[in-house]
């Protein structure tokens, strides 16, 4: 199980936005990749979610256009004054790929600090987030989870629930036959746990406590009778208006509803807006940050819970602060501008 300690602002100040040298850096891919593993971006999630839930840092949200046939600008962002940085990410979603950059910027004098390559961040980011709430919300022994969706989020979704649950059997479900089967060799050849490849989404379902839905669906696919009692849900895929993952029975099954932006799942998500149609309904829906301040454990008897991952500006903030934190005291990056 994880541990972490969690340090508060004061006497903080010169780990990030006071570098003694001023020097911006450019980090790439691979400075990511070895600074900073999924324990680590746990941690540095839950440190800036504390910010938030104290008023020491605000979400900026987020916003987005579609263009062509399928492909999507993003903008989100994040200003910390609790650690003197703002940050903003954008990227833009093609068919062809995209290329995320993090800019982070000192807040009190706009002086760029870094800009970060964050694809990588960017898994780290969303599994990292989905394990902040599985840790709050999913069985203490929940041993047994069901990955639907075999995309480039499938992967580091296991591998964060691992690191705050103890799996011992993951279930693969897509309805492409060779996906699971290489999802399965890939989680299979990075953890020591049982893997199933599994031919339907009810056979994925059959004694999974945590359901993680990965995918790009547009029409909703998962039910509430096909789901256990005490069974938590991650549902990560669905971020723009014209996508759903889950039916509307299941939130009515729900004990605690959770989103890391309840602002942005206002805005941008089809399946909550169905739902909670009044002011006073989107009062169920707690933020993930008053789940880390308030140290919440899943409620006792609890049905069905559900966490929805948007994606913030403050947790790709959070994790480019601790990449920049390390890249300064390992002496990696580029300077900018270059020499």
């Known amino acids: 199980m994880l541990a972490v300690a969690y340090p508060g602002s004061t006497g903080h100040r010169s780990s990030f936005a006071r570098w003694n040298d001023r020097m911006a850096l450019w980090l790439t ?32 949200v987020k916003t987005h256009v579609t263009y062509g046939a399928s492909h999507t ?49 960017g898994q780290m980011r969303t599994s990292g987030i989905s394990a902040v ?76 406590t945590i359901v993680t839905l990965a995918t790009r669906a547009r029409q909703p696919f998962l039910h509430a009778a096909m789901l256990g009692p005490g069974t938590h849900i991650n549902a990560i895929g669905a971020i723009t208006p014209e996508r759903q993952e889950f039916t509307s029975d299941i939130l009515e099954r729900c004990t605690t509803v959770s989103a890391d932006s309840v602002a942005a799942t206002q805005k941008l998500s089809a399946e909550f807006r169905a739902h909670f149609t009044t002011p006073d309904s989107w009062k169920r829906v707690v933020p993930l940050h008053q789940l880390v301040a308030e140290n919440w454990t899943r409620p ?17 903030v959070s994790l480019g602060l601790e990449v920049l934190r390390r890249a300064k005291a390992a002496g990696r990056g580029k300077p900018l501008p270059p020499e």
């Not at 200003?79 to 009190?108: N, Q, R």
């Not at 649950?165 to 050849?189: C, E, G, M, Q, Y």
């Open 300 to 316: 006792a008897g609890a049905d069905l819970t559900l966490f929805k991952a948007m994606g913030t500006g403050l947790a790709d």
């Open 29 to 60: 891919e691979s400075d990511v990749e070895l600074l900073l593993d999924l324990p680590s971006a746990i941690a540095a999630l839950e440190r800036g979610l504390r910010l938030e839930a104290s008023g020491a840092a605000e979400n900026m």
């Open 73 to 121: 600008l993003h903008a989100i962002g994040a200003t910390v004054p609790g650690e003197h940085v703002a940050g903003t990410k954008t990227w833009a979603h093609t068919g062809g790929g995209a290329s995320p950059l993090l800019i982070l910027f000192d807040s009190d004098c706009g002086t760029l600090l870094a800009i970060i390559e964050a694809f990588r961040l």
């Open 133 to 208: 709430a599985t840790q709050r919300l999913a069985a203490d022994d929940a041993t047994v989870m069901a990955i639907i969706g075999t995309g480039k989020q499938a992967l580091p979704q296991v591998e964060a629930t691992a690191v705050v649950r103890p799996l011992k059997r993951v279930h693969v479900f897509s309805p492409t036959a060779n996906h699971r089967a290489a999802l399965r060799d890939k989680i299979a050849a990075t953890l020591p746990i049982d893997v199933i490849d599994s031919a339907s989404l009810e056979e994925a379902l059959v004694g999974a």
